[in-house]
């Protein structure tokens, strides 16, 4: 008898319908053979699927078993046919009776029957919306990545036993309401710093906050030491919350690489990812037979953070010039090309030099010149002309780490209170952008910079100057615009002023 079962596998982020034909004949010799382009983790779901079912107090058949996953030409990978496979087959058999409607099934079993906690459920939310299917039954533990979206019905189920009793009629499961569920994965209620804890530096705390008020990219340049990386991830702490569009982009990757926590669903805080030198290109990128997200699309409308900047192979910073300006990334394989969003604020910090001491006032730099260009040559000017913010981070002199009494008597600004001001900019932003693609000023093209960017003629005519006394690119002069633009938001200033232009022009010409 042959059934046919509906599922759904993602190629990148796209979702694809995938039908499980299972039949089970009663000539030929016994077997069990899955057909339709399978990778090995397919095929060992015969051994997964018959102890499943024979843990249910189920016989498993003695006959000839086809499983076919069509389209034959799509590969297939992972765990998810587990569940559609063993329902095909109790189907073949007449032990369970296949709903009326349309359903998907999908989901990894256990050798007890149980259902385990299966990546990538949302993107299968996703395609029963787009293929007009209300009926889902998914693992219990990843259900609620599912009932996020309105519109279907999805049903969590905890083993195989408990779901042949609910397509039998014996015991109905309860579907889930319709909710937003928080994932805790990126929560930074705790972070690991506070811009309290930092002593000095207040030039640099004023540029990652103006970073994190618009999603410009940051470059830290220090001796070692001076408090680069405590600045990094201390902007953890004062990025504001996900809205619905932004979370709902970032669920969809974490889904599909398998980083949404049994349990969880949307995912509400923003990502801060790390990546250390010695990750590859791909690692960071993205990409495999099957392409999957990397390090900057995990970031996407979030942070990504790479310290040690120059030791990254010069392949794999090169790879990041497309991404940094087209805010996605594009991958292309045999079977297709897939694009993974990659709208990321980048944190990229390093030292002066091989020592890390060129320029110290106090130590001695032992660097040769060849030394130092070679090292400084690693990052390209194409690449250092998409990052908005150059800063230098100096040592912190040690009278001013000791003295403790005078720290209390400053006020020092702590990360709740710099968050505060991160978020107002970001509404002004989210009012401003409202009906586009477009959440923060760094996500501006040009078209909209003209639109809605309003500059004094003072400060059009400091531009000017600066473009034409450091010759700076079109597109430095687009992206100093658009920092200004970012100070403008802080102070609440409907308009650029002179002294907004100048602040971004420090920034960014220093080094020139």
């Known amino acids: 008898m042959l059934s046919k079962i509906l599922s759904a596998s993602h190629f990148g982020l796209e979702p694809n319908l995938i039908e499980v034909e299972v039949n089970v004949f009663s000539k030929g010799f016994p077997g069990f053979n899955i057909i339709g382009l399978p990778n090995k983790s397919i095929e060992e779901a015969k051994e997964r699927v018959k102890t499943a079912i024979l843990n249910s107090d189920i016989e498993f058949p003695n006959q000839k078993i086809v499983v076919n996953l069509a389209p034959a030409d799509i590969p297939k990978e992972g765990s998810l046919y587990d569940l559609p496979i063993a329902i095909g087959i109790l189907a073949s058999m007449g032990l369970v009776k296949l709903p009326i409607e349309k359903s998907f099934f999908y989901g990894e079993l256990s050798l007890d029957g149980n259902l385990r906690h299966t990546k990538g459920v949302f993107l299968l939310g996703l395609a029963a919306k787009q293929k007009g299917i209300k009926s889902v039954f998914v693992p219990g533990e990843s259900a609620n990545e599912a009932s996020v979206l309105s519109g279907i019905d999805v049903y969590p189920v905890k083993s195989l036993s408990e779901l ?31 811009f309290a804890e930092i002593i000095g530096q207040e030039s640099a705390k004023r540029a990652m906050t103006i970073a994190a008020a618009g999603g ?6 220090g001796t070692p030491g001076a408090g680069k990386t405590m600045l990094a991830r201390a902007t953890a702490g004062i990025l504001p919350p996900l809205n619905e569009e932004e979370a709902l982009e970032v669920t969809k990757i974490y889904s599909v690489s398998g980083l949404i926590p049994a349990g ?11 990546a250390h030198h010695t990750t590859s290109l791909i690692g960071l990128i993205g990409g495999g037979t099957n392409p999957h997200p990397g390090e900057i699309s995990l970031a996407h409308n979030g942070v990504l953070f790479l310290d040690e900047f120059p030791e990254f192979s010069r392949g794999t910073l090169e790879a990041l010039r497309q991404p940094l300006e087209d805010r996605k990334v594009s991958i292309t394989r045999i079977a297709g090309s897939v694009n993974f ?41 194409p ?41 107002k900019a970001r509404n002004i932003q989210n009012k401003r952008f409202k009906g586009l693609p477009v959440y923060t000023n760094a996500n501006m093209r040009n078209k909209h910079i003209k639109e809605f960017c309003n500059i004094t003629k003072e400060a059009n005519l400091l531009l000017k100057q600066a473009v034409n006394a450091y010759n700076l690119s079109a597109r430095t002069y687009f992206r100093i615009i658009k920092v200004s633009q970012t100070i403008a938001d802080l102070a609440e200033s409907k308009i650029i002023e002179q002294n907004h232009v100048a602040e971004a022009l420090q920034y960014r010409v220093r080094n020139e």
């Not at 410009?216 to 340049?221: E, G, K, T």
């Not at 604020?345 to 260009?373: H, S, W």
């Open 164 to 194: 042949i009793a609910h397509l039998n009629g014996i015991k109905k499961i309860e579907k889930l309401k319709h909710t937003i569920h928080s994932s805790r994965y990126t929560d930074h209620e705790v972070v690991e710093f506070d």
């Open 216 to 221: 410009h990219n940051i470059f830290l340049v």
């Open 264 to 274: 969880e669903g949307l995912v509400r805080t923003r990502p801060f990812r790390t």
């Open 341 to 381: 969003p990659a709208s990321f604020m980048l944190i990229a910090a390093a030292n002066p030099c091989p020592c890390g001491y060129l320029g110290d006032l106090k130590r001695e730099c032992k660097c040769t010149p060849r030394m130092v260009m070679n090292y400084q040559s690693r990052l390209s000017g």
């Open 383 to 423: 690449l250092m002309d998409r990052i908005d913010l150059h800063i230098n981070v100096p040592s912190v002199d040690v009278n001013k780490l000791m003295n403790t009494k005078d720290s209390k008597n400053q006020k020092i600004q702590d990360s709740k209170q710099i968050r505060e001001q991160v978020v």
